[in-house]
């Protein structure tokens, strides 16, 4: 191989590990952006504070277990409504298209169903976003109607059938009382 021949070949090479850094350097750049941007619309008062819809969801939130409880922990907004954050693209995207319906909603589109998105929302949560958070449920001592509705939905497959929302419809949003019905 001539002299030239080894320059053109270091160089073409070096080109294409600055074209790699550059490429790896504008990605992790996009991900820190993304993440800072989706910092403060992920939290509970900006997903239930922002927009007047989102009122009674708030409220009733605040009144349930999930909201306040005597631990002082509080399950957030996405921790029940979007895939868990783990599953980072699956989060990402559903935030995503969420989100985007939620705002096309508000300024384009007609009334507000309380009632209708509630179903829509008890059709949609899987169990496992309940199970992320209660994987203890049969170790608890409970009582026995609860152990026993709780063996049968864990058990595969007939468990499949029963889901957490439909006995414990009012978990995330106290609504029992009905202060806001409109
Ligand atoms: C423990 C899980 C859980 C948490 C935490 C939770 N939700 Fe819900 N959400 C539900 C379930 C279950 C329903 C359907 C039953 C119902 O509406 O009561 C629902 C229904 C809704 C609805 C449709 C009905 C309506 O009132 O418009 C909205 C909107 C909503 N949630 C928003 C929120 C917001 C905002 C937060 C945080 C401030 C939140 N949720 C926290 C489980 C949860
Ligand atoms: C981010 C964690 C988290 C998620 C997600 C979560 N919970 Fe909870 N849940 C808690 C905590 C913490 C408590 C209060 C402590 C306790 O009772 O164990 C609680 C309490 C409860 C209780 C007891 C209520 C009471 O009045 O004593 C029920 C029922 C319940 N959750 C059902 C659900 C259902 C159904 C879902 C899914 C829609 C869910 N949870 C999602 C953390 C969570
Ligand atoms: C067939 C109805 C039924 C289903 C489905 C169901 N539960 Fe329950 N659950 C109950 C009953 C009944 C209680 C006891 C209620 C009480 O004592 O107020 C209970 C109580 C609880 C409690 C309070 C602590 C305890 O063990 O007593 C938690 C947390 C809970 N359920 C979570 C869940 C989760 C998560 C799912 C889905 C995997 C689920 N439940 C599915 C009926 C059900």
New binding site residues.
């Given amino acids: 191989m001539t002299n030239s021949g080894k320059r053109k070949k270091t160089g073409s090479l070096k080109k294409w590990i600055c074209a790699f850094v550059a490429g790896f350097a504008v990605a992790m750049l996009c991900f820190v952006v993304l993440n800072v941007a989706m910092e403060p619309v992920s939290k509970s008062d900006y997903c239930g504070g922002k927009c007047h819809e989102m009122n009674t969801a708030y409220q009733s939130w605040e009144l349930?277990?999930?909201g306040a409880?005597?631990?002082g922990?509080?399950?957030?907004c996405v921790?029940?409504h979007l895939p868990p954050k783990e599953k980072y693209f699956r989060h990402v995207l559903a935030k995503g298209y969420e989100g985007g319906k939620d705002i096309y909603k508000h300024y384009l589109g007609g009334g507000y169903e309380v009632e209708e998105m509630r179903k829509g929302v008890l059709e949609k949560?899987p169990?496992e976003?309940?199970?992320?958070?209660?994987d203890d449920l049969l170790a608890?001592p409970g009582s026995p109607g609860a152990r026993t509705a709780h063996a049968e939905v864990l058990n595969p497959p007939r468990g499949a059938e029963f889901k957490?929302?439909e006995?414990?419809e009012n978990?995330?949003h106290e609504r029992q009382t009905r202060l806001f019905s409109e």
């Fill in positions: 349930s277990t999930h409880n005597k631990y922990f509080r399950a957030e921790d029940c949560i169990n976003r309940c199970l992320h958070c209660h608890k957490c929302v006995c414990h978990a995330g």
